[in-house]
């Protein structure tokens, strides 16, 4: 049993290796036309029943009994197989929206990854961390040749996609909002361990901070930059006593007058777009407080929210339908007329996204569940663990995003993973968990 033990923690590692290298591989592919975003939901379902398969033997060899972190999974799949049931269009609830791709068989894979993270030691948990960062510096190489407009790179002619397709940098991840929050869970890891690790580790974390802080300057989404000024204010505000003060301080200068450096050379590469596209953003929130909030705040957030929660009465048990935002009005778009003509086929509020197309059931299971894995690993030993504390930011940077984003499938994997990661590890070597 023990032999059989020890190659199902190597078919888990590797199996989170095979995720990541998937997650960043395969958006690769699509960016280069040679997979799109079913063939990438085909693989990523297929990943789901592969941690299915894992964790039930885990849970068979270990003994294991069933747990309060499964019963919410399940209860969350079951109101998640209701709103498939009553959706207005199933297709689309069972495979998601083209080109997004997020139904019911991709939750599925969401919940099996939290599910399997949970078995993963210490260890092993830091080495799948690193192997996330080192895709992110890819992501970030990446960003940059987009946002200089490089468009040949390798020998292959990118003009016509990613390179040139929006103003700032997307990575392979499809916009520059699913870049940057692959960036914001890099940047605020980085910075955990700026503050925490020793000095032979340090220097390599404030490089690996600095270039993040780059890729989320290029990426320039407001909400990450949001998130990450919020949460690297309370880390610091945390971290600092009169013991480190000094050096705590001279860091977030020298950090500060850095990213000044690269932020300057970077706009003035770009013909001043970062700078511009910020300024517009400032404006936008200094309108906020002079005259109030109105339904065209936040590019027509505001109004999408407003109107969509209007229809939470008739859709409140079990929601329109996963992915089927798009039907709420009456079966058509929710489209404002300013300050352009949009239509919406997404909530741009994780929140809301998950009340209005899961139901109140699933909504109220979701906040239960995050409830779960932070009281989890607040009443455990693991709380002042330096890397456990960095997960933990890592979600909740996740979380304040969340609140203008949606979630997606090259992104989200690695938000379940972080979540499991957070619940109180094996020790290496132990086939028993800490309860």
């Given at each position: 049993m023990e032999f059989l033990n020890k190659w199902l923690k190597r078919l888990t590692f590797g199996f989170f290796i095979v995720l990541i290298t998937f997650l960043n591989?395969?958006?690769?592919?699509?960016?280069?036309?040679?997979?799109?975003?079913?063939?990438?939901?085909n693989g990523l379902f297929g990943i789901g029943i592969g941690a299915l398969i894992l964790y039930a033997l885990y849970k068979i060899m270990n003994k294991e009994k069933i747990k309060l972190k499964d019963v919410l999974i399940l209860i969350l799949l079951i109101f998640g197989v209701l709103s498939y049931l009553f959706a207005f269009n199933k297709e689309e609830a069972l495979y998601g929206v083209v080109s997004r791709n997020e139904?019911?068989?991709?939750?599925?894979?969401?919940?099996?990854?939290?599910?399997?993270?949970?078995?993963l030691d210490k260890q092993k948990q830091k080495r799948i961390m690193y192997f996330i960062l080192g895709f992110g510096i890819y992501q970030v190489i990446l960003g940059l040749f987009?946002?200089?407009?490089?468009?040949?790179?390798?020998?292959?002619?990118?003009?016509?996609n990613w390179s040139t397709h929006f103003k700032f940098a997307s990575g392979t991840l499809g916009n520059p909002n699913f870049y940057s929050i692959y960036i914001l869970i890099c940047l605020i890891y980085s910075w955990c361990l700026v503050l925490s690790?020793?000095?032979?580790?340090?220097?390599?974390?404030?490089?690996?901070?600095?270039?993040?802080?780059?890729?989320?300057?290029?990426?320039?989404?407001?909400?990450?930059?949001?998130?990450?000024?919020?949460c690297i204010i309370l880390i610091s505000i945390k971290k600092v006593n009169k013991k480190n003060l000094k050096k705590v301080g001279i860091g977030v200068i020298s950090s500060l007058l850095i990213l000044s450096i690269i932020f300057i050379t970077i706009d003035n590469t770009t013909n001043k777009r970062v700078s511009s596209t910020m300024l517009q953003n400032y404006n936008e929130i200094k309108s906020v407080f002079t005259k109030g909030i109105n339904k065209h705040?936040?590019?027509?957030?505001?109004?999408?929210?407003?109107?969509?929660?209007?229809?939470?009465?008739?859709?409140?048990?079990?929601?329109?339908?996963?992915?089927?935002?798009?039907?709420?009005?009456?079966?058509?778009?929710?489209?404002?007329?300013?300050?352009?003509?949009?239509?919406?086929?997404?909530?741009?509020?994780?929140?809301?996204?998950?009340?209005?197309?899961?139901?109140?059931?699933?909504?109220?299971?979701?906040?239960?569940?995050?409830?779960?894995?932070f009281i989890k690993h607040i009443k455990s030993s693991e709380k002042e663990d330096i890397y456990k504390k960095a997960f933990k930011w890592c979600i909740i940077a996740y979380l304040i995003q969340a609140f203008f984003n949606i979630s997606i499938i090259c992104i989200t994997p690695i938000f379940y993973m972080l979540l499991g990661f957070l619940y109180p590890s094996i020790k290496a070597g132990d086939n028993s968990e800490n309860n």
């Open positions: 591989i395969g958006t690769t592919l699509i960016a280069m036309n040679y997979f799109d975003y079913l063939d990438f939901s139904g019911l068989r991709t939750l599925l894979a969401y919940y099996m990854i939290y599910l399997l993270s949970t078995t987009q946002t200089l407009q490089i468009t040949n790179v390798l020998g292959y002619d990118r003009s016509m690790v020793k000095s032979k580790k340090k220097v390599f974390m404030v490089i690996l901070f600095l270039i993040f802080a780059l890729g989320l300057i290029i990426g320039n989404t407001m909400s990450c930059i949001l998130a990450s000024i919020i705040t936040g590019n027509n957030r505001i109004y999408v929210w407003k109107e969509a929660l209007k229809k939470l009465p008739k859709y409140y048990l079990t929601g329109i339908g996963i992915d089927n935002f798009k039907y709420l009005n009456d079966g058509d778009f929710i489209c404002a007329n300013k300050p352009i003509y949009q239509c919406f086929d997404k909530a741009h509020n994780e929140y809301v996204q998950i009340l209005i197309t899961e139901g109140v059931g699933a909504f109220i299971t979701y906040i239960a569940f995050m409830s779960f894995v």
